[in-house]
């Protein structure tokens, strides 16, 4: 089964890599500016990328596309595990 990782840098491209080898297999775009976290919901099939741009974008794990975009959310700090922090929850 393959593995992968997600980046993000400063831009708010996220970049997916197949560990194997760490080529990069895709380019992610859609935050205006840079991406601040990324979740895992492994039970959805999903991750998560929380930008400067107040924006939080919900990806689809399997074909690696876009699945919804909550806009203006408010000033990203910084991101935790909702399975450690119940006050955070990644509908």
Request: aromatic share 8%; net charge negative.
């Amino acid at each position: 089964e393959e593995e992968l990782v997600v980046s993000a840098d400063g831009s708010g491209l996220l970049r997916v890599w197949e560990t194997d080898t760490w080529e990069c297999i895709k380019e992610l775009g859609g935050h205006r500016m840079g991406c601040a976290a990324l979740v895992f919901s492994p039970e959805r099939g999903q991750f998560f990328s929380a930008g400067w741009d107040t924006d939080v974008r919900a990806w689809d794990v399997a074909t690696l596309t876009g699945k919804r975009v909550l806009r203006g959310i408010g000033e990203v700090s910084h991101a935790e595990d909702p399975r450690r922090n119940p006050r955070i929850y990644i509908p």
